[in-house]
């Protein structure tokens, strides 16, 4: 089911994503620049209600059985009871579709994705480590160097 669209305006990833009980009309993609290979491709961000961008979600790069490349990953917050999973498609305006995904036991994984439990499955293909380690300190705030997230439009 298609929840939201994105689309590539003068280099940034920008759009919005609707359900019935969640209305982002302001998302944006943020480029992940990392050396770790299990870093995602994209950091989710969205306008809280003091019109700061906060990341809500992050998407790592998937292979369909098909061999199509997409993005996964999750949009969380404290005010969702769980996770929503959701994947994004490249649409023919460069941009992405926005599709919601139920989770489905996948014997490649151990299992599913984890995000009915909250967590990945940090086993991965093969068996290998996890996603890699959090952006999060222990009190909260955003660990690393990084501050282009206090940018008023940081994607």
């Keep these: 089911m298609n929840i939201g669209e994105i689309f590539n305006r003068n280099g940034r990833l920008k759009g919005s994503i609707a359900t019935r009980t969640i209305d982002l009309p302001s998302v944006g993609l943020r480029k992940v620049v990392s050396d770790n290979p299990k870093a995602p491709v994209y950091e989710i961000l969205a306008l809280n209600i003091a019109r700061r961008y906060v990341q ?12 199509d490349v997409f993005l996964a990953g999750n949009i969380d917050d404290p005010s969702l009871p769980e996770p929503l999973p959701i994947a994004l498609f490249p ?16 014997s490649d994984f151990g299992g599913g994705m984890g995000a009915s439990s909250g967590r990945y499955d940090d086993r991965g293909p093969g068996g290998q480590g996890g996603f890699g380690d959090s952006t999060v300190g222990a ?17």
């Design 139 to 155: 009190g909260g705030e955003r660990s690393g160097s990084d501050t282009s997230f206090e940018e008023e439009d940081p994607f």
């Design 91 to 106: 649409a023919d305006h460069g941009g992405y579709m926005v599709a919601w995904r139920r989770d489905t036991m996948r």
């Design 56 to 67: 809500i979600g992050a998407l790592w790069e998937a292979v369909s059985k098909q061999g």
